[in-house]
């Protein structure tokens, strides 16, 4: 089965901007979303098809994705935005088996 | 407003029957796969399986396969997800969600419930 893997923590100081990789087989050719999940809390959409953000969402949240990985861009990082966050992709081989990467706290310093 | 309202928290013991429900409210709630997500504590989402409400079309994790049931009622707009055997293990916060489309018309999950909390004893 297809397997996402995420570096389990990332710290960025206020203002500065943070990377969070999702390392998967030419994850490239593939659809990838992102979610944040705070504290407690459900997960919410962050980002989807590599780089597309809902209404809601900040413009500070965008994406990339390339070859074996693919990134959330969370730009000008502020206190509110420390949560974990998680990469998923539509395993189309196995036909509708989603996955999810390990997840990546991101600590706001 | 697309709303997804799961079940109260729950509290069992090891071998006993449990069913949560997902019921959704906002949307033409038939047209849209339910699925379900597990985060044991302090660990990850895990994606258990899904279901279509106007096919009745299930399909699951491998990985959950045979521990869990997925079922669905369209006509009050509630999903459910069912053991028959609770085991400690099972011990978790249980998400549904809806799978709507992109912009480019691939699936992603866009509207979470709140999350149910299980907590099985040995």
């Known amino acids: 089965s297809y397997v996402l893997t995420q570096p389990p923590s990332v710290s960025v100081a206020p203002g500065r901007t943070a990377r969070i990789t999702c390392g998967g087989n030419?994850?490239?050719?593939?659809?990838v979303h992102w979610y944040q999940q705070k504290s407690g809390q459900a997960p919410v959409l962050v980002v989807y098809d590599d780089s597309d953000r809902p209404s809601e969402i900040p413009e500070r949240f965008s994406g990339s994705n390339s070859g074996n990985t693919a990134t959330l861009i969370i730009s000008n990082v502020e206190a509110g935005d420390e949560a974990d966050y998680y990469c998923q992709v539509w395993d189309r081989s196995s036909d509708h088996i989603w996955v999810f990467g390990g997840g990546t706290k991101l600590t706001v310093l | 407003e697309v709303q997804l309202v799961q079940s109260g928290a729950e509290v069992k013991k090891a071998g006993e029957s449990l069913k949560i429900f997902c019921k959704g409210s906002?949307?033409?709630?038939?047209?849209?796969?339910i699925a379900w997500v597990r985060q044991m504590p302090g660990r990850g989402l895990e994606w258990m399986g899904l279901?279509?409400?106007?096919?009745?079309?299930?399909r699951y994790n491998p990985s959950f396969q045979g521990q869990v049931t997925i079922s669905v009622d369209k006509s009050i707009n509630t999903a459910y997800l069912e053991w028959s055997s609770l085991k400690a293990s099972d011990t978790a916060i249980y998400y549904c969600t809806r799978q709507g489309l992109t912009t480019t018309f691939n699936p992603v999950f866009d509207f979470w419930g709140q999350g149910t909390v299980v907590t099985v004893s040995s």
């Open positions: 030419n994850i490239g050719s593939e659809s």
């Open positions: 906002g949307y033409n709630f038939p047209i849209y796969w």
């Open positions: 279901t279509y409400p106007n096919g009745s079309d299930t």
